[in-house]
């Protein structure tokens, strides 16, 4: 795999790094809090990395030819996605910067941003479309190995934008509480069309 293939393909992937969905949401909604950006962003990588692991493996293609199974994952994301909005709407975040995080408060952000890339099939499916396009079976690493690297790659991006998002959340709004509020409802509102839009897209015609 030639410099040049990496090239190309974060160039693409990057494109859906920094447009808005529902990592971002949960990003804005981690830098309302004190100290919790950090493990939040965590859960979004690990759900990436668990992604690229799983179309790596060849489970992704499998996953992708059985409709069954993708849809009991888009149905569970966007329940999932529908419970975070819906309680970001409801109970909206405002920055803390007094707020002492105990440790199970860390776990807690990090694994509910697992959740949130972890069981959003549109993360799936774009690695299980822009992986196999980048992968050359004539290249000295195995196909794999390959897909796993630009996997790397990707999640790297992801990390950097996230945690630009998040921490610039919390400064930026820090001294605005209600701008604050409707930020977060904004991105609770945003987890929601998103939600919405994964359950029509399950509907029959």
């Not at 962003?41 to 996953?63: D, F, Y």
């Not at 690695?127 to 390959?146: G, H, K, S, Y």
């Amino acid at each position: 795999m030639t410099f040049n293939v990496f090239v190309a393909f974060w160039a693409v992937s990057f494109l859906f790094v920094v447009t808005p969905g529902a990592d971002w949401a949960y990003a804005i909604s981690a830098g309302m809090k004190h100290r919790v950006v950090i493990p939040a962003v965590g859960g979004l990588l690990s759900g990436h990395l668990i992604a690229t692991l799983v179309v790596a493996a060849g489970v992704g293609t499998l996953v992708a030819n059985h409709p069954g199974v993708m849809s009991v994952l888009t149905v569970a994301g966007a329940g999932y996605l529908l419970w975070l909005g819906i309680n970001m709407l409801i109970r909206p975040s405002t920055p803390h910067t007094d707020e002492v995080q105990a440790s199970g408060s860390w776990l807690r952000w990090a694994l509910k941003g697992l959740c949130v890339s972890g069981l959003n099939p549109k993360v799936f499916l774009l690695f299980l479309a822009l992986l196999p396009q980048f992968a050359d079976a004539t290249a000295p690493w195995p196909v794999p190995t390959q897909m796993i690297a630009l996997g790397l790659v990707h999640t790297v991006s992801c990390g950097v934008i996230y945690l630009l998002v998040g921490f610039g959340s919390q400064v930026v709004l820090k001294a605005r509480p209600a701008a604050a509020q409707l930020v977060s409802r904004f991105s609770g509102a945003i987890m929601i069309i998103i939600a919405v839009t994964l359950f029509t897209e399950q509907m029959p015609a």
